[in-house]
């Protein structure tokens, strides 16, 4: 994938996590506490779409972090038998955005030198 | 005759030795050892043990008596005994001052002679036994060990809590005393400032078509835990090595294998063909690196971390590294393990934070370095003092792990059974399999006309079986329809059943072994070309140095890892007293604390964060296939309808 496409579509794709984040969890819906901590989640997502835009590896591995913090969150609301919907959405969005982020492709972009044995050559 | 060949064999070869800066015991004349010790039974039960032979009357023909004793007594010697106070402290503090970064090295050997004269001034009003323990030799400053980076920062919390519970456990377990190494030291030293020299016990051995070389190196003490911070202590330590050699037609003796003994491992991965690159030569001797303290030979220079294979880990391993293939390939998924050599991944290596120091900067014994073999003392028929004494060589302490507990002679194991290394040195290495490179034509050659003989006895059998066959199908045909014939017809039909069967398994035998003539033909030619396939082919998993870039590490990381595990179980015990209700929880902050300290400090936070929320994301797709596996199944069943329906309708319309 070129280093273009990946700047684009990661960072779209991440804009796209942090305004579902802020919008399937209202503030009318859910507890002050989960409405902050998805808030809070979707700046980071904003913060690392801006670092994808620059290729900068913070911004990866802010990506990264989002979606951690964002699946444990939901499990422990899920857990907690809670907004199970949201949950399952917001846990399957991140399952796709960690499948994305952590494919050779991707990280590849993010650092030189990093191909997948198997990975059709690039045009230049 | 023999034994002049056995010589000039074992000198042609006799291998070269580095040793680490700091070593203080090299391959010792046996008879000056066992002179220098006394001979000791213990007996069962709380009995004392009891001196049988004093020091300066144990000889090598006098050890080689049959010593007899209940069943369960157990023969040792012991070479040095324990220093007194003031004896131990000029020795600490010779050490220390030779160890002393902030002096020059003159300054430094002015002070360590004017200590080493102060006590032997005063130990001429001691003993005679004092005496014999004077301290002649000051130390070399120059040659001090440094352990270099911290060990315990190598590994992580897992094998640092084993390594703490290791250190704990010499407290119950019997052990070497604390300046047992002190008085060994200056005991050798003594004997080396009398007569300086340096002697191995060669063996001959004659197996299989190979010529086996033993070098047999006895230490007076192996110092590998109280000098380099190893795994134990133990008096005597009896290292070898083996050298392979084949007879050319043409009766030149060519070198083809080497395998180096390293602790108590044995078989393909201690062996190195002679044209491997990692063995090093110097002329036709061999190069080992001995670990310091420990002895133990290593082919390359470093730092070697002690590893322990857990092999009931094993079939986790595997099914881990099928999960992980999958991962990478067929998910095209980045794993940090597909980065890693070979052979380095898996968890059933467990890594312990006990270092082996093998740098090869000091002292050098061999051909053309500081130091010069003696000549050997031949044992290819074994004398009397090998195979009559079956007690240990050193002292026993009754350690409940036999670690601390002195070796056996090169003939026995501690429990006085034969020691594999010397009935079969073949079969030691994992060479018992292999013919020498001037067998190996022939043997393949006898193994492809043997397989061509069995080729001619299955042509005929299948030619047998199969007219047998056939007349019993026609048997079978000709009373098929014959009611009252039916129960021969039915018989006819098992018949011919377990004849085909018969048959099948002859044919695929056949083409099997067609096969293999043809791969025997192929290696044939191979050998006849001189080719002898890859040097490293039979290494499972060999032993490397650390890598240089993970000797570096930090001195805040150092530090951490001296005390992380102390803090980890004193944090644990605050949780307990001070917040007893929020245990669970406590303890998981504790631990994530922790984990990512560790991380920053080893600058793997990238990895665990992605690996975290791998761990996450495959927990959260648990949830949801548990939670909506009804409709999953579903949506599988009508895709692969409408695909098969869409494979058979384009084959359809072409």
Known sequence: ?124 | MRQTSDLELLRRFEPVIHYTRGEEFFPIDITHYVETCNLWVKRSGFAEPECLVSIGQLTLDKLAEPWLDTSESVFFLKFADPLTAAELATYKLQASLSRSKFRGVREASRQVQSVTDTFNVLSKDGSDEARRLKLTVPPDPSNVFHAGGGRLARVGYLSRFAHALYQFSLLARGRVPGDAAAAAAITYQNILTEEEEYRYCGRVVRQNGWIVLQYWFLYAFNNWRSGFYGVNDHEADWEMICIYLSEAPNDNIVPEWVAYASHDFSGDDLRRRWDDLELEKIGEHPVIYAGAGSHASYYTAGEYLVELEIPFLTPLARLTDQLQKFWREKLRQFSDEGLQPKGKTGFSIFHLPFVDYARGDGLSIGSEQDKTWATPYIISEPPSWISQYRGLWGIYTQDLLASEDAPAGPMYNRNGTVRRAWYDPLGWAGLDKIPTTFQALERVREQHAALTKRQIELTQMIEEKSHQLTGLGMEAAAVRNHPHLKKVYEARQEEIKILAEEIDQLRAEFAENGAMLEAFDLHARQIERGERGLARAHIRRASTPIPESELKVGRLMETWAAISIGLILISLVGVMFFAPQNYIMGLIAIVTLFIIIESTFRRRLTQLVTRTTITLAMVAALVLIADFFPQLAIICALVAGGYMMWQNLRELWG
């Open chain 1, 1 to 124: 994938m070129q280093r273009f496409s990946v700047r684009i579509s990661g960072g779209l794709l991440l804009i796209l996590q942090a305004g579902l984040l802020h919008i399937i969890w209202p503030r009318q819906a859910v507890p002050l506490e989960i409405y902050l901590v998805f808030n809070i989640l979707s700046v980071l997502a904003v913060l690392a779409a801006i670092g994808f835009f620059f290729l900068l590896h913070t911004g990866w591995l802010s990506g990264m972090l989002t979606q951690g913090l964002s699946l444990l969150v939901s499990l422990i609301i899920y857990t907690m038998g809670r907004e199970i919907l949201l949950a399952q959405l917001t846990m399957l969005y991140s399952i796709f955005m960690v499948l994305y982020l952590n494919s050779f492709n991707i990280r590849g972009a993010f650092r030189t030198g990093l191909n997948h044995p198997d990975a059709p050559e690039e045009n230049p």
